[in-house]
Structure formats: C-alpha cells, structure tokens
C-alpha cells in the first residue's frame, strides 16, 4: 500500500482534531495493523499515557492487553474488535471486559463499536475503533443483579422487546418449585404471572407501555399444574440500554390457609354456641355491647334475639345491680378472665336467678370479644338452704356439734368462688378463738382486754388478724362468721391469777 498523500495526511490531522476532545474512546488503525492514533479518552480507558503504551500494532495491543466476554469466556486471536475492523468487519455494541497483561480481574468494561474511512477511490484508508467506557454502567448492574439475587422476596425480570424472562431470583425458585432453566427465556404467554388476576387486562397494557402495574391478586402457574395465590406488582426498569419490568411477588398461600383455618374454627366455635345447653353470650371488651346469643340464654332471660343484640348489660340491666356488673367488666379488662364467680341473673321480667358466671376473651373476626357462660345454681342454693334451715331448727344448740360440721354448714350459708382458698377456725391461733369468741358475745375492745388482762393494743393487733385470716372487715361480720362456726366462746375468770 502506497504511503498516505500530503492531502490524506491534511484530512487525517482535521480528523484527529475534531475527535480529540469526544467524552467516546477513538483508535485509528491504519489497513497495515499499525495503531496510527488515539484519542485521550481512549488512552485513559487502557490506564495508558502515549500511544506507545498501547502498542503500536494489533498484535501488540493483544499481547498487553486481556479481553474477555461479559460470560467470562477469553476473546481468542483474531476475534478482538481490532483483528475484526482489521479484517473490514462492522460490528455495534460490542461488550468486552479489559485487563493488562498479568492481572487476573479486569479493570475496565468498555462498549465497542467498528468504522471503516475509504478513500476517494473507496479502497480503506482508515479503520475506526469507537469506545465507550461503560465500567460503571456495568458495576451499577452487577450490583442490581447481586440485590436481586439476595433479595429473598421473589421477583422475576421480563424484557419488554419480546417479553421473555431475562432473570429470576432464589425466592421466586423457592417460592414455586421451578428451576432456572425452565424460567430463563420463556415468554409471559408461557408463563402468565398475572392469571386470574381481576385487572389482568390493565396489567397487560400496563406492560406494554412499559408503565407500573398496579398490584393486583393472582393465581401463579406451578410447574405440577397447580396455582398459588399471590400478590404482583411490576415495575419498568432499564438493564444496560434494555426496556426490562421488574415483577415481584407475595405469597398469600399462608394467609389463604390461615383464613380457611379460621373460618373452619370459626364455624365449629359457631355451632357449639348455638347447641350448648348452658346459656352464653359473645360480647365486644370494648364498651360490652352484645355480639351475640345462643337459644339456652333466650330462654333462660326471656329475652328476644333483637332486644339484645347491639346493647350493653348495663342497657337490659342483665345483673341485679350495677356493682355486680361493673366488678365483672372491671375484673375481665384487668385480667381477661374469670371462672366461678357467683352473681344474680336479672331477667326481662324482672325476676332473678342464682348463676355461677365464668368468661374468657377470645378474638372473633379480629375483634377482642368476650365470652360469658352462666350455670343457673337457683335451685341447688334454694336446696343448700332448706337443707340449713332443716338443721339449724332441729339443733337449736350447736354447742355439741363438731367444728368441722360447723365449719360445713358456714361454707353451705356462703360459697367461695371456683379455686378460691376458704378460710378456716383452723388458721387461728388459741388465743384469736378466745378473742373472736368473745367479739361474738358483743364486747368491745376494752371489755376484752380487762377480761383477757391485756393492753387495747394487743386485742386490737389480734382483732385485725383474725379480720386478714377469716376474709372480713368490719366487727358485724367477723361475729356472724364466728357464730356460723360455733365460736361463741366464754367468759375468763375477772380475777388476774396470783404470782407465786
């Protein structure tokens, strides 16, 4: 080849000068393989400061510098992008990742593109390497891939050029079952992530407008043939120069079992309440406003399904006082529960019956309601009390009764509530029985304390006791509780025993 002429040398030097100060890499190559010129750009994005520093051949370029494909598959002899303009080849976009000689990781990703310069006659009198130094481009998407991957919400990235899967991550496998081969490359027609979804249509357009869809229910495929219930969403993003949807998902098969789960228990719970034989009610912690009521508490109250429901105890006056009921409210808001305690029913006539009430919070619907159930003990108290009338009226004296007999009899007049401890004469000491005796004679504290030769004081610290161990509080009832016992007690001599 005939050396370049004084005017090819002129438009060269023009050329030089117009692409010396482009941001894109420029490399000319003369058709002999010699590296004729390169831009700053270039330069910089091979860590180089001269053109020697490239080489001053193609096969000098190659022995410097190392290029490989994005799959890290080494470029062979022949195949980098100067052998292939060198051969009058014409390439676009071409993705090589550059290393010098001797390093194991490449330095830089550049993005390469080929151009051939004829001269008048149309022989090539100049072969163009064009560069773009898409390094960061390349480490932004690494980066993307490697949160992607992580990422344990699954997610799926279509292309929007031909619609077909481009990535999936590990919670998408895990989620369904698939593998990634039978994702990677297939369509969204192969695999529709937006089935059964009611906006399915909107979703469709949405994609190919490359516009966010909307979240939307649907049912996934699974590789058995079977579906799973999720939530998706998609989002347009860009992968390098590709228009690419991000589709991500929630897996509502928990919730879906769960709801069935609770549906179920609630129908069981449902049925039971309807059919149990002992009156119930369901009512709301939050202002006790009745929910609902089974047929065994109609009939017990007299109450009709309609009068109840909506209002409050308190509204239908359902206990026979207020401080009944505001201790019941009180002691669930405080402890959630309560079993055995002993109240009167007020029915819509008016009339009452003895119930032993127990109730548990429990959650209906996501509420915090209440559960009430009442055993209707009318008829055993009416017959504990004859039973205790019976026996008071045929022993007038109990004097020689047993204690324990007594003690039976006193917890007959007055039951505890369920798990309860009741209290017993047993806890008290000799001389607690001989003060509490002598309480339920009628005497005061100062006539005690001449017949006991105490201090006040004393029988005062004694009296208090007797009223923590016995469950009383005021002077009334200790001396019912002491004669219901049998603790009625005697007089001491009035005389103090002379020392000897």
Same mark, same amino acid.
């Given at each position: 080849?005939?050396?370049?002429?004084?005017?090819?040398?002129?438009?060269?030097?023009?050329?030089?000068?117009?692409?010396?100060?482009?941001?894109?890499?420029?490399? $000319?190559?003369?058709?002999?393989?010699? @590296?004729?010129?390169?831009?700053?750009?270039?330069?910089?994005?091979?860590?180089?400061?001269?053109?020697?520093?490239?080489?001053?051949?193609? %096969?000098?370029?190659? +022995?410097?510098?190392?290029?490989?494909?994005?799959?890290?598959?080494?470029? %062979?002899?022949?195949?980098? /992008?100067?052998?292939?303009?060198? !051969?009058?080849?014409?390439?676009?976009?071409?993705?090589?990742?550059?290393?010098?000689?001797?390093?194991?990781?490449?330095?830089?990703?550049?993005?390469?593109?080929?151009?051939? $310069?004829?001269?008048?006659?149309?022989?090539?009198?100049?072969?163009?390497?064009? @560069?773009?130094?898409?390094?960061?481009?390349?480490?932004?998407?690494?980066?993307?891939? #490697?949160?992607?991957?992580?990422?344990?919400?699954?997610?799926?990235?279509? #292309?929007?050029?031909?619609?077909?899967?481009?990535?999936?991550?590990?919670?998408?496998?895990?989620?369904?079952?698939?593998?990634?081969?039978?994702?990677?490359?297939?369509?969204?027609? %192969?695999?529709?992530?937006?089935?059964?979804?009611?906006?399915?249509?909107?979703?469709?357009?949405?994609?190919?407008?490359?516009?966010?869809?909307?979240?939307?229910?649907?049912?996934?495929?699974?590789?058995?043939?079977?579906?799973?219930?999720?939530?998706?969403?998609?989002?347009?993003?860009?992968?390098?120069?590709?228009?690419?949807?991000?589709?991500?998902?929630?897996? =509502?098969?928990?919730?879906?079992?769960?709801?069935?789960?609770?549906?179920?228990?609630? +129908?069981?719970?449902?049925?039971?309440?309807?059919?149990?034989?002992?009156?119930?009610?369901?009512?709301?912690?939050?202002?006790?406003?009745?929910?609902?009521?089974?047929?065994?508490?109609?009939?017990?109250?007299?109450?009709?399904?309609? +009068?109840?429901?909506?209002?409050?105890?308190?509204?239908?006056?359902?206990?026979?006082?207020?401080?009944?009921?505001?201790?019941?409210?009180? +002691?669930?808001?405080?402890?959630?529960?309560?079993?055995?305690?002993?109240?009167?029913?007020?029915?819509?006539?008016?009339?009452?019956?003895?119930? $032993?009430?127990?109730?548990?919070?429990?959650?209906?619907?996501?509420?915090?309601?209440?559960?009430?159930?009442?055993?209707?003990?009318? !008829?055993?108290?009416?017959?504990?009390?004859?039973?205790?009338?019976?026996?008071?009226?045929? =022993?007038?004296?109990?004097?020689?009764?047993?204690?324990?007999?007594?003690?039976?009899?006193?917890?007959?007049?007055?039951?505890?509530?369920?798990?309860?401890?009741?209290?017993?004469?047993?806890?008290?000491?000799?001389?607690?029985?001989?003060?509490?005796?002598?309480?339920?004679?009628? =005497?005061? %504290?100062?006539?005690?304390?001449?017949? $006991?030769? =105490?201090? #006040?004081?004393?029988?005062?610290?004694?009296?208090?006791? @007797?009223?923590?161990?016995?469950?009383?509080?005021?002077?009334?009832?200790?001396?019912?509780?002491?004669?219901?016992?049998?603790?009625?007690?005697?007089?001491? /001599?009035?005389?103090?025993?002379?020392?000897?």
């Amino acid at each position: 080849m005939s050396p370049p002429s004084s005017g090819q040398r002129i438009e060269r030097q023009q050329l030089q000068q117009i692409i010396a100060g482009l941001t894109e890499g420029v490399i $000319l190559i003369d058709p002999d393989q010699t @590296i004729a010129w390169a831009n700053t750009a270039a330069l910089s994005m091979h860590g180089a400061r001269e053109l020697a520093d490239l080489g001053r051949t193609v %096969d000098e370029y190659r +022995e410097r510098f190392q290029l490989r494909y994005r799959n890290h598959h080494a470029l %062979d002899d022949g195949t980098y /992008p100067a052998d292939r303009v060198v !051969a009058g080849e014409l390439f676009t976009d071409v993705m090589v990742e550059v290393a010098r000689h001797g390093e194991t990781e490449p330095e830089w990703v550049h993005r390469v593109r080929s151009l051939v $310069l004829n001269d008048a006659n149309g022989d090539p009198d100049c072969l163009v390497l064009i @560069i773009t130094d898409a390094t960061d481009e390349m480490q932004a998407v690494e980066r993307f891939e #490697r949160a992607f991957n992580a990422n344990p919400a699954p997610a799926l990235i279509c #292309r929007i050029s031909d619609l077909r899967f481009i990535r999936v991550n590990q919670g998408f496998l895990d989620m369904t079952g698939y593998t990634r081969q039978a994702i990677i490359g297939r369509s969204v027609y %192969d695999l529709d992530v937006m089935s059964g979804a009611d906006r399915r249509e909107l979703g469709k357009a949405r994609l190919s407008e490359w516009a966010t869809v909307p979240q939307m229910e649907a049912s996934l495929p699974l590789p058995e043939g079977e579906t799973k219930l999720v939530i998706v969403a998609g989002q347009p993003i860009e992968i390098g120069d590709e228009r690419c949807m991000l589709f991500t998902f929630a897996d =509502l098969e928990p919730r879906r079992k769960a709801e069935s789960a609770l549906r179920n228990s609630e +129908e069981k719970f449902a049925k039971t309440f309807r059919l149990a034989p002992v009156p119930m009610k369901v009512s709301t912690l939050d202002g006790f406003r009745i929910v609902d009521v089974n047929e065994a508490f109609l009939k017990e109250t007299g109450w009709a399904i309609e +009068e109840v429901v909506g209002r409050s105890a308190a509204e239908i006056e359902l206990w026979d006082t207020a401080t009944t009921r505001r201790r019941m409210e009180s +002691e669930l808001v405080e402890t959630g529960g309560f079993r055995g305690y002993e109240a009167k029913l007020k029915k819509k006539d008016g009339s009452t019956a003895d119930c $032993l009430v127990s109730a548990e919070t429990i959650r209906i619907g996501g509420e915090t309601c209440v559960l009430d159930v009442f055993q209707d003990i009318t !008829a055993r108290k009416t017959s504990e009390l004859e039973l205790v009338r019976a026996i008071e009226e045929a =022993l007038a004296d109990t004097s020689w009764l047993s204690r324990s007999v007594m003690e039976k009899l006193a917890d007959m007049r007055s039951p505890q509530r369920e798990g309860a401890r009741k209290p017993s004469s047993a806890d008290l000491t000799e001389k607690e029985r001989q003060v509490l005796g002598l309480i339920s004679q009628g =005497l005061d %504290d100062g006539e005690i304390a001449k017949l $006991l030769f =105490l201090s #006040r004081n004393t029988v005062r610290n004694h009296v208090q006791r @007797i009223y923590a161990k016995t469950g009383v509080h005021r002077r009334g009832e200790a001396i019912v509780w002491a004669r219901e016992r049998g603790i009625v007690g005697s007089q001491p /001599p009035a005389k103090r025993p002379k020392k000897t």
